[in-house]
């Protein structure tokens, strides 16, 4: 679609936005980025992978990724509340995938090979991401010490094995959190909010370009204003039509 009969049909969906909804709308775009990311590998408890959304769409994360070899990544719109709506999340499927959680179970059996997180690390490389696997046995960044001179895609494992072979031979760096406790790691959803804490605040006061572009802003924009009109098809089809145009 074209910038200018986007930003025009914006407006037009923007009339049957309550005012205080398009306020929020324009203060939160404020804070998205896409200068940090994350990807979660074979996240097979739906709590913490609707937590993990959630932290996401508090933090100003606009992309969540997720490498699903064994387990299918599944969102309890209970935890979630909504985040899901806000947040774009990009799926990398192996043919393996299972729903059941006992399938970890089965990863001690089978070959070392996770096509799911392949795929999921060599899109971000691709799009100039440095990839920090968070591991404990690791030498590795701690929190203050990473850079933000160029874009970052933190990785997390699963509850029980933590990030696979292939993500951490793979990694372009690592990062422990701190701990000073018996307990080996934190659980998933917390180790993602304690990671963004640090690293979002310090990116804001960076002078990173860590802002999402106008034509990213408007075509997020396009496409929170349809999340929330539930006759947005129609509308949409009005749009059009008084333009004289054909519905693409």
């Known amino acids: 679609m074209e910038a200018d009969l986007r930003r025009e049909l914006i407006a037009f969906l923007g009339q049957f936005v309550t005012e205080h909804k398009r306020q929020r709308i324009a203060e939160v775009l404020q804070w998205r980025t896409r200068y940090?990311?994350?990807?979660?590998?074979?996240?097979?408890?739906?709590?913490?992978?609707?937590?993990?959304l959630r932290t996401a769409d508090l933090f100003g994360i606009q992309d969540v990724y997720v490498?699903?070899?064994?387990?299918?990544?599944?969102?309890?719109p209970d935890v979630a509340l909504g985040a899901h709506k806000w947040v774009d999340l990009h799926r990398f499927r192996s043919p393996a995938g299972q729903e059941a959680p006992e399938a970890l179970d089965a990863l001690h059996e089978m070959p070392q090979h996770f096509p799911a997180t392949e795929a999921a690390m060599a899109h971000l490389r691709e799009r100039g991401y440095v990839l920090v696997a968070t591991s404990p046995h690791r030498e590795a960044w701690g929190?203050?010490?990473?850079?933000?001179?160029?874009p970052l895609a933190f990785l997390f494992g699963n509850e029980r094995e933590g990030l696979s072979p292939y993500a951490l031979e793979h990694a372009d760096a690592y990062l422990r959190l701190p701990m000073y406790g018996f307990t080996e790691s934190f659980n998933i959803s917390v180790s993602v909010a304690i990671t963004l804490t640090h690293v979002v605040e310090a990116l804001h006061r960076s002078e990173a370009p860590w802002r999402l572009t106008e034509d990213e802003r408007e075509a997020l924009l396009l496409k929170w204003y349809r999340s929330i009109l539930e006759r947005h098809e129609a509308l949409e089809r009005a749009f059009y039509r008084q333009r004289g145009l054909a519905a693409p």
Request: aromatic letters at 12%; a negative charge; charged letters at 25%.
């Open 67 to 76: 490498a699903e070899n064994w387990n299918l990544y599944k969102v309890n």
């Open 36 to 52: 940090v990311t994350f990807l979660l590998e074979d996240i097979y408890q739906s709590q913490n992978a609707s937590a993990t």
């Open 143 to 150: 929190l203050e010490d990473v850079p933000l001179d160029r």
